[in-house]
């Protein structure tokens, strides 16, 4: 998986080594062991429970968050038990549950705590709007994939972990921005960047290995103002590509023809 947000978390020598290469917990019993010592470790805990798991497996494969367990359940049941016994960061509902309503779920997630919960529904707006009163962030309908999916739970995490400020890359440009103190560094060396250039940074590396429009960026970082036209974002990235060369990172940010810009 490719290094996105970052955060640093002490060893999780808790799970076995097959648990941690695959960040799937399999079995209602391991699922509940596993979860906590990931809650004990630091890390952030997912669940995700619906019955598609081919579907949750392409979520686990698009994510870009690090220090993350995912626990997976095909029911509903199961997921209330685990709710009761342990804590979670996140928990992403598919209401096509095989024994009891999806909102069901929700209802009793939501009378446990305060954690964030993503819904896909089926149903149309009445069933969204529904999801939104009975207390979830965000209520999206199945059509969705799994990599937008990945996109909207990075941002509630984003949202409800203000601690997680660090976004990082790998090899070979080494880059980290911290969000906080609105500071970038290649190879451990300032990059200087003005408040747009960093704001364009930012913004690419949350949404990291998605193709963002030159019109997205503009939307993003100068709100519709007039002057965020793309003859002009494309020459503030310019001027940003040309400081990550300087610094050592050239190549970090990639240009699709005719789509936009992207950050691998």
């Known amino acids: 998986m490719r290094t996105g947000l970052v955060r640093v978390n002490p060893p999780m020598t808790a799970l076995d080594d097959s648990t941690r290469k695959s960040q799937m917990l399999i079995g209602e019993s391991s699922l509940y062991s596993a979860a906590s010592a990931a809650s004990r470790s630091g890390a952030v805990s997912i669940l995700l429970a619906g019955p598609d798991e081919q579907y949750w497996r392409q979520f686990r ?3 870009q968050y690090q220090g993350v367990e995912f626990a997976s359940v095909g029911s509903g049941r199961g997921a209330i038990d685990l709710l009761r ?3 979670f960061d996140l928990m992403v509902l598919d209401d096509r549950l095989p024994d009891i309503p999806g909102m ?13 919960v993503i819904v896909i529904t089926t149903g149309g707006p009445l069933a969204q709007s529904r999801g939104f009163d009975l207390g979830a962030d965000d209520v999206i309908g199945c059509g969705l994939t799994a990599t937008e999916l990945a996109w909207r739970a990075e941002t509630v995490l984003r949202r409800t972990r203000p601690g997680d400020n660090l976004y990082q890359t790998g090899e070979p440009y080494n880059l980290i921005l911290n969000r906080a103190t609105e500071e970038a560094f290649v190879r451990g060396a300032p990059l ?3 408040a747009t250039e960093f704001a364009i940074l930012r913004l690419l590396l949350e949404h990291r290995g998605v193709v963002l429009s ?3 960026v503009s939307q993003a970082v100068w709100r519709h103002e007039t002057y965020g036209s793309p003859n002009f974002v494309q020459a503030q990235i310019s001027r940003l590509r040309a400081k990550l060369k300087h610094a050592g990172a050239a190549g970090l940010i990639a240009t699709i023809r005719g789509a936009g810009y992207v950050i691998r």
Not at 104 to 116: F, K, Q, S
């Open 61 to 63: 494969d698009s994510f």
């Open 85 to 87: 016994r342990s804590a």
């Open 104 to 116: 069901a779920v929700l209802t009793e997630a939501r009378r446990l705590g305060e954690m964030p």
């Open 192 to 194: 200087r960047l003005t």
């Open 214 to 216: 030159a019109d997205a």
